[in-house]
């Protein structure tokens, strides 16, 4: 599966600036499409604590889709501002939250 270049940072980066998200695009490779059929071999969220980034602005994953997945989840923490990658647009939330998902404290910042 790929997704045309032109409608990339839209869908994927839309909260990055320009060059931000064309540089986050040029990274991107083609995605197998059989990860939609395929039935996984273990599913961690079953028997491990999970927490859901639920991102606001995200044009690839509706946030209709993402309450549904967040039913999964231990934890959910809303990003309201982020598109669908927000380990690039919120580079000190992302961290944060999985130290304290991991009953750690983050540094600072």
Known sequence: MT???DRAPLLFCADLAQAAA???VRHLRPMSAAVHDQAPTAIAWRGLPSTYLLTGRDNATPTV???RL???ADRVEELPDSSHSPFLSH???VP???ATAAG???PPG
Request: proline content about 10%; cysteine-free.
């Open 3 to 5: 997704v045309r270049p």
């Open 22 to 24: 064309d540089e986050a």
């Open 65 to 67: 889709v993402q309450r």
């Open 70 to 72: 967040t039913q999964r």
């Open 91 to 93: 580079p000190r939330t």
């Open 96 to 98: 944060r939250t999985i």
């Open 104 to 106: 750690r404290t983050a």
